[in-house]
């Protein structure tokens, strides 16, 4: 299921497969692919460095019953190669297709950069099942997952490799077909099928299809292969799903310092947070919240190449301005109703600039 090469490849590609229902006989299927940047070939254009690459797509159906082909031309842009290898960029991408159940398929992703004519390849082979009665999606694995429109998905993240800046895994689930009360659970297992960890589990309510999205910190675990298992049991049904993650040895310090001027003003994620990275945060023990903060902020970083974290600074001036002219009654600036205003999106003249800096999320 993971990404591979033969002797004419060069290019590392990793990818994933998400299933999730369309109808009845039909599946949407998304394939998620990842290729770093440091692999592809740049030409500078202007100030930043451009590579042009094509990616071909290939769905073929094993029961003998024709293909699907698409090929793409994609661009990558990055400051600099070499910012782009010490930063481990990848340019990551979604593909989607529509198939028919009751069917088998191979999946095919040839990435083949236009510079250099170097390829790499991954694929996987699926079978579709029914969607009939109650069922479960493939589980999603990220790193992040984004709000847009009153819903929630996750980035896409092929590699799912954890460790280092990244210690919160994030995954996204849907449930079809289910009424009345079901109970949700989420465990962590070891490669030989071991329970490492009981996650949570929860009671809800259904009155037909579901969407489950959440976090968990995986800070404890010691390098290895992992499985994330879900379980829903409903009535007399249990359904269950699971999916492959990695959690890599540290090779550096990945969560810089946060200076000891600037940490009460990290500590005011509310501003920039989502919600559900605030659940997140709560959910914590006291002793791993400081490690998420330290994250929550380098993931913010609008440039790693600089000592400073201009995002945080951006805050703290925003907080700063805060305190010193809209305080009042005893309150502090920040906590008065113009005061979080003025926070959040900055000066009037300033507003549409300022909050797609502060708020900007990366992709990769």
Same mark, same amino acid.
């Given at each position: ?43 500078? %254009?202007? #100030?930043?460095? !451009? ?9 073929? *159906? @094993?029961? =003998? $019953?024709? /293909? +699907? ?91 799912? %490799?954890? #460790?280092?800046? !990244? ?9 079809? *077909? @289910?009424? =009345? $009360?079901? /109970? +949700? ?180």
């Amino acid at each position: 299921m993971f990404w591979f090469l033969l002797a004419v490849y060069e290019i590392p590609v990793e990818g994933d497969v998400g299933v999730f229902m369309e109808g009845d006989s039909v599946s949407y299927v998304e394939v998620y692919y990842s290729v770093p940047s440091a692999c592809l070939t740049y030409e500078k %254009k202007g #100030g930043r460095y !451009r590579a042009r690459y094509f990616v071909d797509f290939r769905v073929k *159906n @094993l029961d =003998g $019953e024709g /293909e +699907l082909f698409h090929r793409f031309p994609k661009l990558s842009f990055v400051n600099s190669p070499e910012d782009a290898k010490e930063r481990q960029l990848e340019a990551v991408d979604v593909l989607s297709v529509s198939l028919l159940c009751g069917k088998h398929y191979l999946l095919s992703v040839e990435v083949e950069d236009s510079i250099s004519g170097r390829k790499g390849c991954w694929e996987d082979t699926l079978f579709l099942p029914p969607w009939k009665g109650p069922s479960m999606s493939s589980i999603q694995i990220s790193y992040y997952l984004k709000q847009e429109e009153g819903r929630v998905f996750p980035i896409p993240y092929p590699g799912r %490799k954890f #460790g280092g800046r !990244r210690r919160i895994l994030c995954y996204y689930l849907e449930l079809y *077909n @289910l009424k =009345g $009360e079901v /109970e +949700l659970a989420y465990f962590i297992l070891s490669e030989s099928g071991d329970t490492i960890q009981r996650i949570k589990e929860r009671k809800l309510l259904s009155s037909g299809n579901l969407v489950d999205a959440g976090g968990i910190n995986i800070v404890a675990l010691k390098p290895g292969t992992y499985r994330l298992l879900a379980r829903a049991k409903a009535g007399g049904l249990v359904l269950s799903q699971e999916k492959e993650f990695y959690v890599l040895s540290p090779r550096r310090a990945t969560s810089p310092e946060i200076p000891d001027s600037l940490m009460e003003y990290a500590k005011e994620i509310q501003y920039v947070a989502t919600r559900e990275e605030l659940e997140i945060y709560k959910s914590l023990p006291d002793t791993l919240k400081l490690q998420y903060i330290k994250s929550f902020w380098m993931k913010r970083d609008p440039n790693p190449a600089t000592p400073e974290n201009e995002a945080l600074l951006e805050l703290a001036s925003r907080i700063r301005y805060a305190d010193e002219n809209f305080k009042e009654l005893g309150k502090r600036g920040r906590d008065t109703d113009r005061g979080r205003i003025y926070i959040k999106y900055g000066p009037p003249d300033e507003i549409t600039e300022k909050t797609h800096d502060l708020l900007a999320k990366p992709y990769v």
